[in-house]
């Protein structure tokens, strides 16, 4: 089996609820969405980056793995594109007992499914309408995979937390109502953490509205939290 990946280097997690943690991002190529605040656009084509057995992969990865690295995160692009593939390197770095992390949109439930076993921290991340992860039409089939891998997630008992990233765009009433989707399905016991992440650079929300949104969130889950990309004020990749 053959991998691409786009590339590989350690930085500081910027997002979430890791951030601040030494990490060694391994980022996959290929992502057919299209999501306007996209920051890794370069990623998007399948063929773009570099095509490497699996066994070559897992040397990259072993000779950029500095010491005392928190975690290891599969991103992209969209690392379910390439789910078999992430399967494999993933339970290469579990036998190291380094942490597994996935950033994902969980757009299909079979792809998740199979990568579940060798990820240990899942950040879910849920798209809103006004992103244009998809045209309209096709949204809530996606919506309706995402939450279905938040609910595996769950009751395979990993470390799961939400991410949504908002922008000057999003609609109160369509973030109410994914928001009322996300906590029919599990309880506030259930997860990690709930991130509300500002677009950066492109449609950035008022600090009105963000907070319009934690407002929206915080009678489900007191824990929320607005947290911008952090490893942009560093500037670290
Ligand atoms: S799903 Fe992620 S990688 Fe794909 S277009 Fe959206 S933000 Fe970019």
Known sequence: ????????????????????????????????????YCDTKESLPLDSGTEYTIENANQLIDSNLKEQTYKVNFTGGDP????????????????????????????DIDRFNHVLPFIDIIKIEFKTKDSNFVDS????????????CLESSVKSKKTTFIKIVVSSKTKPNEFQELTNQIFTLISKNNIDGFIIQPS?????????????????????????????????FIGAP
């Open 1 to 36: 089996m053959k991998v691409r990946l786009f590339e590989i280097f350690t930085s500081v997690e910027g997002e979430g609820i890791l951030y601040g943690t030494k990490t060694l991002f391994v980022r996959l190529a290929g992502c057919p969405f299209t999501c306007f």
């Open 80 to 107: 379910l594109i390439q789910h078999q593939a992430v399967a494999l390197l993933a339970k290469h770095i579990q036998e190291k007992k380094i942490p597994t992390y996935l950033e994902s949109s969980c757009f």
């Open 137 to 148: 039409n096709h949204y809530e089939k996606f919506i309706d995979h995402t939450l279905k």
């Open 200 to 232: 950066y650079g492109v449609s950035e929300p008022s600090l009105d509205l963000l907070l319009e949104l934690y407002d929206i969130v915080y009678p489900h889950y007191i824990d929320v939290k607005v947290v911008p990309q952090l490893h942009k």
